[in-house]
T-cell receptor
Framework: GNSVTQMEGPVTLSEEAFLTINCTYT??????LFWYVQYPGEGLQLLLK?????DKGSNKGFEATYRKETTSFHLEKGSVQVSDSAVYFC????????????FGQGTELSVKP | GAVVSQHPSWVICKSGTSVKIECRSL??????MFWYRQFPKQSLMLMAT?????????EQGVEKDKFLINHASLTLSTLTVTSAHPEDSSFYIC???????????FGQGTRLTVV
């Protein structure tokens, strides 16, 4: 079946450290891939997305590349800030199937000053 | 971006009672709304998809008589948990998208505790 697996959290980093959150997926067909972020007390926000193999999504210094050969969509940021502390969700979906999303379990990131 | 509002943010109810959760799109017409459920430290699991004016489509394993979904207007969908039990305690999140949008916008979620 279709699924998304993320690295377990919590991930604790110091400010300005490099961030990688691993995400791998299993899917039939050619899904789009997404990263969502959930700040404390708020809803999920789309952080970035990629719709086909080798696409790179980027936003707010975060980036992820759709790797079909390794079925991965790892999230990276070169220098994290305290304000990046949140829960990050990797997801896949097919918009020609109504927009349903399949989520990973989420990875909590805590950035210390 | 577009705003989706869920109400209430949290609710505590007694076992056997019913609880209604509202999901509103505040500044766009949501032709499709999705309801997810999230257990602690776990994924968001899609429960059902609702299109305005149509019956909701439930995912496998979700009891449609237990989780009643209504999407009577382009800005409002409701999820009613009927005869709630402690095992229904969870975090419920809705999302909404417009007719041509490729992105779904999420509400802030509702924490349901059944005692």
């Amino acid at each position: 079946g279709n699924s998304v697996t993320q690295m377990e959290g919590p991930v604790t980093l110091s400010e300005e450290a490099f961030l990688t959150i691993n995400c791998t997926y299993t899917a039939t067909g050619y899904p789009s891939l997404f990263w969502y972020v959930q700040y404390p007390g708020e809803g999920l926000q789309l952080l970035l997305k990629a719709t086909k193999a080798d696409d790179k999504g980027s936003n707010k210094g975060f980036e992820a590349t759709y790797r079909k050969e390794t079925t991965s969509f790892h999230l990276e940021k070169g220098s994290v800030q305290v304000s990046d502390s949140a829960v990050y969700f990797c997801a896949l979906g097919w918009y020609n199937q109504g927009g349903k999303l399949i989520f990973g379990q989420g990875t909590e990131l805590s950035v210390k000053p | 971006g577009a705003v989706v509002s869920q109400h209430p943010s949290w609710v505590i109810c007694k076992s056997g009672t019913s609880v209604k959760i509202e999901c509103r799109s505040l500044d766009f017409q949501a032709t499709t709304m999705f309801w997810y459920r999230q257990f602690p430290k776990q994924s968001l699991m899609l429960m059902a998809t609702s299109n305005e004016g149509s019956k909701a489509t439930y995912e496998q394993g979700v009891e449609k008589d237990k989780f009643l979904i209504n999407h009577a207007s382009l800005t409002l969908s409701t999820l009613t948990v009927t005869s709630a039990h402690p095992e229904d305690s969870s975090f419920y999140i809705c999302s909404a998208r417009g007719p041509i949008d490729t992105e779904a916008f999420f509400g802030q979620g509702t924490r349901l505790t059944v005692v």
